[in-house]
């Protein structure tokens, strides 16, 4: 199912760029026989980003509380660098019919901190420190040092960006075997659609591979439906997935969830 996942998000935000913007593929200034432009508007101050709150609540034959908060924010240092931030937080507790305790079915909390680099009108370079802990998947902590050199394809109201990179990371996950120090290579990807002023589609998939292990593999995949309310607040849609192919016995690799909240800019 993964597989397919990874597939079916590359395909897809190339068929994107590819259906919707065929003279923009080959650099992100004017398509051909535009208008001249004239020079880019310096590069914004200060940061700007959103907060997002989203709940779900289930009762009767399946009961369930969870919430969610991510922050995400960047910062142009200048017309080729910015700094990115981002964290998110997941709890969920649920209750099995006719017992009275309730037990953690969710607890994950993870975070990274990056500058991506701009070569012209193609080609960016990233590098991100990010770390995790989820003691639901029995992951004590990760943390990972990622740095991946790719192009970015698109203009206008599409854009896609493909990042292939290295990682280094280090981990207790609770196998005596995997545990310490890995070097992972694999594949960030990311894609904004606008669909108008208003609304937008985002998605991102990272995919990783241990270099000496070939079934100890990660992916996560990301899609959301954005829409304006005010200047100050969106409302999201969203999906996720991800899956983790060694963790510990009993532990499921597999999760997904679909939310809607609340976005708050800034």
């Not at 981990?171 to 990807?189: C, L, M, P, R, S």
């Not at 999760?255 to 800034?266: C, D, E, P, T």
Request: charged share 15%.
């Amino acid at each position: 199912m993964h597989t397919r996942l990874i597939f079916a998000s590359l395909v897809l935000g190339c068929a994107v760029v590819s259906g919707l913007a065929p003279s923009t593929v080959h650099a992100q200034g004017p398509a051909a026989g535009a208008p001249a432009q004239g020079p880019p508007a310096p590069a914004p101050a200060g940061f700007t980003g959103s907060v997002t709150v989203g709940a779900s609540l289930e009762s009767g034959r399946t009961d369930l509380s969870a919430v969610q908060i991510s922050f995400q924010a960047q910062k142009p240092n200048s017309r080729a660098d910015t700094l990115t931030m981002a964290a998110s937080f997941t709890h969920a507790t649920s209750q099995r019919p006719g017992h009275p305790e309730r037990f953690t079915v969710a607890d994950r909390i993870d975070a990274n901190i990056g500058i991506e680099h701009n070569f012209g009108d193609t080609l960016v370079m990233m590098v991100r420190t990010q770390a995790v802990r989820d003691p639901i998947a029995q992951i004590d902590y990760r943390i990972e040092q990622i740095a991946g050199l790719g192009v970015r394809l698109g203009t206008g109201r599409v854009r896609m960006r493909v990042v292939p990179g290295m990682s280094i990371l280090h981990h207790d996950k609770n196998i005596a075997t995997e545990n310490g120090f890995n070097t992972n290579y694999g594949v960030y990807q990311d894609a904004v659609l606008t669909l108008t002023p208003a609304w937008r589609v985002t998605q991102f998939l990272l995919a990783s591979r241990d270099v000496s292990d070939p079934d100890d593999h990660v992916i996560t995949l990301h899609s959301s439906l954005v829409g304006a309310v005010t200047r100050l607040l969106s409302i999201q849609l969203s999906y996720q997935y991800s899956f983790e192919s060694l963790l510990p016995p009993g532990v499921e690799p597999r999760y997904q969830k679909a939310i809607a909240g609340l976005q708050v800019n800034f």
